[in-house]
């Protein structure tokens, strides 16, 4: 006897995922508030059950672009040298190292702490921000696309690490003064990691296209 139709036609509505670990294919299931999903086969996650709450992800996102701009904006560290006190800001430490004829490694630290992280900025507000007012933003799919893109190329902590080396090594010929930017560079740091641990896609996803009650997106 064939099942009921209401029951068949959820069945075949829970639509087919595959496991990250070992490829085993098997339907959606729902999961409540805070569970996950994990595979059958070799226990790997799957998917966590979407909050549909990006507040905490949009508040983070909205204070690491105020970060940013002051970062960009005020002097790094400044070194006194004999009475003679230098300062420079990011961008000026770039055109340095371009004049200075290395300009691969400008083209790299602009690439991966100024470009970068301020593409990753933006395109988090323009995905975040007409979520939060209830409208969906045009162009998702690519958007999503380009932030799965650019966030590998983010790397303010590997530029922390190298600032906080090179610091060390200036104590030993100079006076080191830590500017704004660099309070701002290693608190922007803590807050990008926070706003990537609270960022859900499914959440994005269940947002811009609410499914019916009832249907179990994976």
């Known amino acids: 006897m064939s099942p009921h139709p209401t029951v068949a036609k959820t069945i075949t509505a829970r639509p087919v995922i595959a496991c990250h ?3 085993l294919l098997q339907r959606a299931i729902a999961v409540p508030p805070g569970g996950v999903a994990r595979c059958r086969r070799c226990g790997g996650e799957l ?3 979407a909050h549909r709450r990006l507040d905490p992800t949009l ?3 909205l204070a690491a672009a ?3 701009a002051v970062a960009n904006a005020f002097p790094i560290v400044g070194l006194e040298i004999q009475g ?3 300062v420079t800001n990011l961008f000026g430490a ?6 200075q004829e290395m300009r691969p490694i400008a083209a790299l630290v602009f690439l991966t702490t100024i470009l970068m992280p301020a593409v990753n900025l933006a395109v988090m507000i323009y995905l975040l921000l ?3 007012l209830g409208r969906r933003p045009a162009g998702l799919t690519v958007i ?3 932030l799965q893109s650019v966030k590998p190329w983010g790397m303010l902590e590997v530029f922390m690490l190298g600032i906080i080396v090179a610091l060390v090594k200036l104590t030993h010929f100079a006076t080191v003064v830590p500017g704004l930017a660099l309070w701002s560079f290693a608190v922007l740091t803590l807050l990008l990691a926070a706003a990537a641990a609270s960022f859900n896609v499914r959440d994005v996803w269940d947002r811009a296209y609410p499914a019916p009650r009832g249907e179990v997106r994976a």
């Open 130 to 132: 007409p979520l939060k």
């Open 21 to 23: 670990e070992c490829d």
């Open 47 to 49: 998917y966590r059950a």
């Open 59 to 61: 508040a983070l996102v």
């Open 144 to 146: 999503m696309r380009v």
């Open 84 to 86: 003679i006190r230098n």
């Open 66 to 68: 105020v970060l940013f």
């Open 94 to 99: 770039v055109q340095a190292l371009w004049n």
